[in-house]
Structure formats: structure tokens, C-alpha cells
């Protein structure tokens, strides 16, 4: 059985920054994650997902309400809600990505 200082459960915002903290100071460390993907439920399908469609809807809104005062003319928008959701799945694909970076690299 392998043996670790520190073994940290969850993977969310407070797991990681600790197990990242935790190796750099040295420390043999362990992350136990029960979902196939850090990041916790923030990242995952909280906090995260629901500002990447936020975002579209915005964009959304400003193309039906403020462009034409901007002087831009566009023919009414329509919503793909497919390509929107491939974009927020794009959002969280790139940060867990990059969480996941950090944890092999420490």
C-alpha cells in the first residue's frame, strides 16, 4: 500500500489548490476525486456551464436590442442551441483541462 503526508478528498476549488500547495511544499500528496473529472460541482455543471450560456444568451440579447444603435444591421438572430451548448461544454473541457495540467506538472 502506498503511502502519502497528505491525502486530500475532493477535487473541487479548495482539493486542488491544496494538493497543488500541498506537492509544492513537498509533500507526497493523493486527490481522491469520485467524478471522472476535477473540478467539482462549480466547474462541472454549477457555477461554470451556467455563465458559458449566460453569456451566449447575452450576446443573444444585445444582437436583437443594442446593435442597432451601434449602427450594425443584422437580419433577426436566431438561437442554435446546439452550437451553444457545444460551446459551454468547450468552456469546461478547457478548464478542467488545464486543472488537470497543473496536476500532472506538480
Known sequence: MEK???TIIGGGPGG???AIRCAQLGMKTALIEKYPSLGGTCLNV???PSKALLDSSEHFHN???NFKEHGIDIAAPKVNIKQMI???RNVVKMTVDGINFLMKKK
Do not use: N
Request: net charge neutral; charged share 25%.
Open 4 to 6: 502519502f503526508d497528505v
Open 16 to 18: 486542488y489548490v491544496a
Open 46 to 48: 454549477g457555477c461554470i
Open 63 to 65: 444582437a436583437v436590442h
Open 86 to 88: 457545444e460551446r459551454k
